[in-house]
């Protein structure tokens, strides 16, 4: 993993089995706007993250090098060597080839709350209505962050009651 730093951006390379786009899209998480094919706006780690693919590369836009790993690399867990895990289970043939349909996936180190929260919304409903109903509901009791808004608080959510989250 190679870091390249680019004006007000970080340019990640050399980063195996990672694909930020993929992991967004695979439903464990459902903050993120794809703008484009290239392009996605990840909200994690308390703050908005645009994400650009670029060739074989990743370029993160408006964060430096400290914040990305102080936060962002425990968050997209690039610690941790994905391919030895999917070299160790080589000689199953079925888990070999879910390893290869969902090359990149990274298992992303989520807020626990949000996390549990999301889950229970998650229940009978589809993707893009679990996004808009999180997406409300961080508008309606999160902390504005630039444009977007952070998820709320234990507290907050208990402060707006089940008639308020209604």
């Not at 993707?127 to 507290?155: A, M, Q």
Request: glycine residues 6%; contains cysteine.
């Amino acid at each position: 993993m190679k870091f390249t730093k680019t004006e007000n951006h970080l340019l990640l390379s050399d980063c195996k089995n990672f694909d930020p786009f993929v992991s967004c899209e695979c439903g464990q998480c459902f903050r993120f706007n794809k703008n484009s094919d290239n392009e996605y706006v990840l909200f994690a780690c308390d703050r908005p993250l645009t994400i650009r693919k670029q060739g074989g590369d990743w370029l993160f836009l408006d964060i430096t090098e400290e914040e990305f790993k102080r936060s962002f690399v425990p968050y997209f867990d690039l610690e941790r060597d994905y391919g030895k895990i999917i070299t160790g289970y080589s000689n199953d043939a079925s888990i070999a080839r879910a390893a290869i349909a969902g090359s990149g996936i990274r298992i992303f180190r989520q807020d626990a709350f949000e996390t549990v929260i999301s889950f229970i919304i998650s229940a009978n409903n589809n993707i893009p209505r679990i996004k808009k109903i999180i997406e409300s509901l961080c508008e309606l009791l999160g902390e504005r962050v630039g444009d977007s808004y952070s998820f709320p608080t234990p507290e907050s959510i208990v402060k707006a009651g089940v008639e308020g989250l209604a």
